[in-house]
C-alpha cells in the first residue's frame, strides 16, 4: 500500500507477539496497570506515551493481553480520555510549528507546500472522526485558533 502524500511504499511495522496470552513472569495484575494508566493519564502524558512508559519501566508488553483492554478503553471508561484524537492532536501541533516556521522564513515555498498537505490530512482526518462519532459535527480546524488547541 502506498503513502498518502510520498511515493514510498514502506511496509515496516511493528512486529507483535504471536501468543495473546500474559508472560509468566509479569508480576503486575491487570488491576495494578490500570492504576499506573490512571495514575500516568492525570499527569497529562497521551496514550501512546503511557504505553511506552508500561513498556519501558514496568515491562508490560501489551496492555491489552494484561486487561484486556486497550489504554483508550481504560481511560474513557474512567472519563480520562483526551478531548480531540491523539493522531489529529499531533498533526494540528506540526501545521502549528510549520506556520510559526513561515512566520520567520517567508519565501520557505517547500514548507508552504508541506502545510498544505499537512492541513489536507487534518481535514481528512476530522472528517473521519465527525462521521464516527468521536468529534462533533461543528468541530471545524481553523489555523487561526489551532495554536489554542494544542497549548
Known amino acids: 500500500?502506498?503513502?498518502?502524500?510520498?511515493?514510498?511504499?514502506?511496509?515496516?511495522?511493528?512486529a507483535l507477539p504471536?501468543?495473546?496470552?500474559?508472560?509468566?513472569w509479569l508480576k503486575l495484575s491487570s488491576d495494578d496497570v490500570k492504576?499506573?494508566?490512571?495514575?500516568?493519564?492525570?499527569?497529562?502524558?497521551?496514550?501512546?506515551?503511557i504505553g511506552v512508559?508500561?513498556?519501558d519501566s514496568h515491562g508490560v508488553a501489551r496492555v491489552r493481553n494484561v486487561?484486556?483492554?486497550?489504554?483508550?478503553?481504560?481511560?474513557?471508561?474512567?472519563?480520562?480520555?483526551?478531548s480531540l484524537p491523539e493522531d489529529l492532536y499531533q498533526l494540528i501541533k506540526k501545521a502549528v510549528a510549520v506556520r510559526k516556521h513561515l512566520e520567520k522564513n517567508r519565501k520557505d515555498k517547500?514548507?508552504?507546500?508541506?502545510l498544505?498537505?499537512?492541513?489536507?490530512?487534518?481535514?481528512?482526518?476530522a472528517r473521519y472522526y465527525k462521521r464516527k462519532a468521536m468529534l462533533?459535527?461543528?468541530?471545524?480546524?481553523?489555523?487561526?485558533?489551532?495554536?489554542?488547541?494544542?497549548?
Open 1 to 14: 500500500m502506498g503513502r498518502m502524500h510520498t511515493p514510498g511504499k514502506g511496509i515496516s511495522s511493528s
Open 18 to 24: 504471536y501468543r495473546r496470552s500474559n508472560p509468566t
Open 35 to 49: 492504576e499506573q494508566i490512571y495514575k500516568l493519564a492525570k499527569k497529562g502524558l497521551t496514550p501512546s506515551q
Open 53 to 55: 512508559i508500561l513498556r
Open 67 to 82: 486487561t484486556g483492554n486497550t489504554i483508550l478503553r481504560i481511560l474513557r471508561a474512567k472519563g480520562l480520555a483526551p
Open 110 to 114: 517547500d514548507s508552504k507546500f508541506r
Open 116 to 125: 498544505i498537505l499537512i492541513e489536507s490530512r487534518i481535514h481528512r482526518l
Open 136 to 151: 462533533p459535527p461543528n468541530w471545524k480546524y481553523e489555523s487561526s485558533t489551532a495554536s489554542a488547541l494544542v497549548a
